[in-house]
């Protein structure tokens, strides 16, 4: 019978009953297992994650200990779902006890069985046979003698195929019996420290299966900075079988694409929800089975693989221990919970359909499998991210819609008062601003620079006037920055929980690490602040 108990009540041979992949159940199926329900579903998961508490099953999926001559041992090849000091805990208080004493042994635990009964019989007398004939030398069998042929191997397959065999269901199952499955997202702001990149944040599933040691993060461009779907990515790392029908990481750092017998698709249904549905491939079904493989690249300390245009994965290194925390920008009911997902067939009697609540092909996300160096210690997984779509309903870019009350009209190009006193103008994009040759400083750290400007005089057509505002100091954005980009990072820094609003003055940082500043009223203005380097400031 399937329970949760204290490891701490176990009898001995109730070690053998542990279940590693616990993390493979929903919260309602875990919460059927308790004999109460004092436990909210997150809690429930931590204390099996830490060891607090343990699922016994007649039969454990992935075993955390084995039977190795009459005593418990940890199973080597376990990817089990415990905290590594729990194992090593359970390890020192099963391993030096014999679970099943030899005839010679004193039966002097409380967990073993006491000594059979003394039987009264009088043995027959001993039958002397003629000595055996020499036997002819063995035959060497395979060792997948009685097993099925084994197939094309693939990246990842359900669990509920038999041992060898490689073919896609035909049925309805759960999204789990495939791996561990999770769904990230990029925080909104950049972490202090963090060199620009944005931590990755657990939407909903386990992140049981992340390096130890590494941290993931993104790196967005200023394409993506908004919208339900446009940064949200689905991570599956496949169930370890041991029946050799997955590609090895060695075979998948040689390959342009590979083979897998399931494929995700997520999309926004018509209430504006993000949705994912799961669905069987193999060769010969409408949507092939083939998915590109990427290959991490080392940059210093960093593996990093190219997503999409403006998206970066970053995988890091990271000491601290810490699991990436639960996001709390998407509700719990959002209806992309892995637990919750089922994949189906894409074919009935013959003819394709579509998803549902979809009538586009797959070509409007990106599907990799990432794949890393052996030595480097990360799994390789399979990843989903959902491209963004025009206003035409064509993969693209998202077309720029302002989210802030800036007058970019103002910043962006020359202004001038009531007065005909030159501002604004806080970019060289449209030609009516120029620079004053030789005033122009060095860019700060996020591009930003400094410089005396003239624009055009709409008094006098062909002739220039010097901006004297602030000593003649104009801040600009930085100059590869382009007008949707400056619009976005700025309407992201005016969005941004962190910004400060002192009277008509607010401050706040772009997702690039630009610090603006500007004013409320009369108009909504920004302006670039330039961050001198610490030797022109006087610092050391």
Request: hydrophobic letters at 35%; proline letters at 9%.
């Amino acid at each position: 019978m399937t329970r949760i108990a204290d490891p701490h009540s176990l009898a001995l041979h109730e070690a053998l009953m542990i279940e590693g992949g616990w993390d493979q159940y929903s919260d309602r199926e875990l919460a059927s297992y308790l004999s109460s329900s004092s436990f909210t579903p997150a809690r429930l998961r931590d204390q099996l994650a830490s060891g607090e508490l343990v699922l016994l099953r007649e039969i454990p999926a992935a075993p955390v200990f084995r039977l190795v001559s009459g005593r418990i041992v940890p199973t080597e090849s376990t990817s089990a779902a415990i905290a590594e000091n729990a194992v090593t805990a359970f390890e020192k208080r099963f391993g030096d006890r014999q679970a099943f004493p030899s005839r010679g042994t004193a039966y002097a635990h409380s967990d073993s069985l006491p000594p059979p009964p003394k039987l009264d019989y009088t043995p027959e007398p001993p039958v002397i046979e003629p000595p055996p004939e020499p036997l002819p030398p063995p035959v060497v069998i395979s060792e997948n003698f009685g097993l099925p042929p084994l197939g094309p191997k693939v990246f990842a397959k359900s669990c509920t195929r038999p041992s060898g065999d490689t073919d896609s269901n035909e049925g309805e199952e759960k999204a789990s019996n495939f791996g561990t499955l999770a769904m990230l997202a990029p925080a909104t702001v950049t972490s202090p420290g963090a060199n620009g990149l944005r931590p990755l944040g657990l939407i909903s599933g386990s992140a049981m299966r992340l390096a130890k040691g590494w941290a993931m993060a993104a790196r967005i461009g200023a394409g993506v900075l908004s919208t339900a779907g446009s940064a949200v990515l689905l991570a599956l790392w496949p169930s370890k079988l041991g029946d050799s029908t997955l590609y090895t990481e060695e075979e998948l750092l040689e390959m342009a694409e590979a083979a897998i017998r399931v494929r995700f698709h997520l999309h926004v249904d018509a209430t504006g929800n993000l949705r994912v549905a799961g669905y069987h491939v193999n060769d010969s079904t409408g949507y092939k089975d083939r998915v590109p493989v990427a290959h991490a690249e080392l940059k210093g300390e960093n593996f990093e693989v190219v997503v999409d245009d403006d998206f970066t994965l970053v995988w890091y290194p990271d000491d601290s221990g810490h699991r990436p925390v639960v996001s709390t920008e998407y509700p719990a009911d959002s209806g992309i919970d892995p637990y919750s997902i089922l994949v189906t067939p894409i074919q009935e009697d013959g003819q394709e359909h579509s998803p549902p609540g979809y009538q586009r092909p797959f070509e409007d996300q990106v599907e990799l499998i990432v794949s890393f160096p052996k030595d480097s210690g990360i799994e390789p997984l399979y990843l989903v991210f959902q491209k963004r779509a025009d206003s035409a309903g064509d993969s693209g870019l998202v077309k720029y819609v302002q989210q802030s009350p800036i007058d970019f009209e103002h910043v962006l190009k020359a202004d001038y008062t009531s007065r005909g006193k030159p501002t604004g103008g806080h970019t060289l994009l449209y030609g009516d601003v120029r620079i004053v040759p030789g005033t122009e400083t060095m860019p700060d750290v996020a591009g930003v620079y400094m410089a005396t400007v003239e624009v055009q005089d709409p008094a006098n057509p062909g002739q220039w006037i010097t901006k004297t505002s602030n000593n003649s100091s104009n801040t600009m954005f930085p100059k590869d920055w382009d007008e949707t980009r400056i619009k976005s990072e700025v309407d992201a820094a005016w969005n941004d929980p962190n910004k400060i609003v002192q009277g008509d003055r607010w401050i706040s940082v772009t997702p690039s690490g630009v610090r603006v500043e500007g004013w409320i009223s009369p108009r909504t203005t920004v302006y670039p602040v330039y961050q001198a380097p610490r030797t022109l400031r006087g610092e050391k």
